[in-house]
């Protein structure tokens, strides 16, 4: 059995990220070699992707767990080493990218996911982010055909459309993480709000003086302000729709989210000048493990060069976003 030998102590993170790249393989239980532990994997994990030593080793076999879709999946043998170990949960929706090995049984997969989660009614495929808006490109394989449900996270209530606005249930621990920060009689400035679970969740939670959220997609705008009432927050939650490089210098902020991880560089310059005196950014940004130290230097000098003083105050990976990239979180205390 292809195992991963990790030390004890970073056993559980490992393990998280493997899962969240859909490389851990549940068939067998983690085993023990001196103070290793040894992580199941599966074939597709490439040399040299991971930063822990791949070995071969005996494991013990465990019975899947009830509830888990691949149980009763009816697929051919040879291919249930391809099945997903996890996908999004999104109200009653579920999402999930099948590979393409396993084109030809999505409603099969589809069918077995309902079956196994008895509060899903729809299953989607992702077939990826796309277009300037970086919403999900998906298709119905199975259920009730339908794109919009209603999420709850941290005992708030979320209209979301999958198709048409972008939302991770994933980044529900990160969202209060952020939450717990935030002071009383804050502004904040949510840059890419989306249909609003850091602003929303942010105004249930502290007494702010105002929370704005800005998203350049009218539909995710649409869905923050009905949020916002359905959450009783309106007063609190002010949605702003265009470019945050035009919006976000005109809003004096105590705190900005840049929760864009793969383009918030472009948006930092507009982004410190909504902080007037000092304040906290949260910065995101995909990236290889090992460019984490650098990138956290790197933020520290391109903000003074923009006229400010910085220093990071909390650098941490979020989640596993693929075989060799992390969603990273920089807490950025500045200086104006």
Known sequence: MRCLK????????????????????????????DDHLLIPVKKKIAEGSVDYKLVDRELVEREMEIGDYRNIVDIPEPLRDELPASYDIIGDIVVLKIPDSLHGYRREIGNAIIESQKKVITVLEDKGVTGDFRVRDVEHIAGIPKTVTLHREHGMELMVDVANTYFSPRLATERWRVVRQVSPGETVLDMFAGVGPYSILIARNVK??????IDINPRAVELLEKNAHRNNVSHLVEAHLGDARDKAPRIDADRVIMNLPHSAMEFLTHALKSIRGQGVIHYYEILSSDEIEHRGRSLVVDIDRYGYEAEIEVQRVVR?????????????????
């Open 6 to 33: 990790v030390p004890k102590s970073r056993g559980e993170e490992v393990r998280k990220k493997l899962l969240d790249a859909d490389l851990l393989d549940n068939r067998y239980r983690i085993g023990n070699e």
């Open 208 to 213: 702010i003086e105002k929370i704005h959220g």
């Open 320 to 336: 596993t976003y693929s075989a060799s990239e992390v969603h990273t979180a920089y807490d950025i205390k500045v200086y104006g």
